[in-house]
């Protein structure tokens, strides 16, 4: 399990995108946005290296991630 800082992120479909991004590195993934902390969980198989690079590539700057 991850946990990453997420900016950019403002709305529902914001949140849908970021998700999305997961899901084409891990179909499995399972995914938990909260928009007010700008904080997204993740339980995946991938690496964090993976994860961060693929969200912050569909345009939400990931500013600190931890694995939990």
Same mark, same amino acid.
């Not at 998700?19 to 690496?47: E, F, G, M, N």
């Given at each position: 399990?991850? #946990?990453?800082?997420?900016?950019?992120?403002? $709305?529902?479909? $914001?949140?849908?995108?970021?998700?999305r @991004?997961?899901?084409?590195?891990?179909?499995?993934?399972?995914?938990?946005?909260?928009?007010?902390?700008k @904080?997204?969980?993740?339980?995946? @198989?991938?690496?964090?290296?993976?994860?961060?690079?693929?969200? @912050? #590539?569909?345009?939400?700057?990931?500013?600190?991630?931890t694995?939990?």
């Amino acid at each position: 399990m991850y #946990e990453l800082k997420v900016n950019g992120m403002s $709305c529902g479909g $914001c949140a849908n995108s970021v998700r999305r @991004t997961v899901q084409a590195i891990d179909a499995s993934a399972k995914v938990d946005v909260d928009l007010p902390t700008k @904080t997204v969980r993740v339980a995946t @198989t991938a690496s964090l290296e993976a994860i961060s690079a693929a969200i @912050t #590539e569909a345009g939400y700057p990931v500013t600190a991630s931890t694995a939990l």
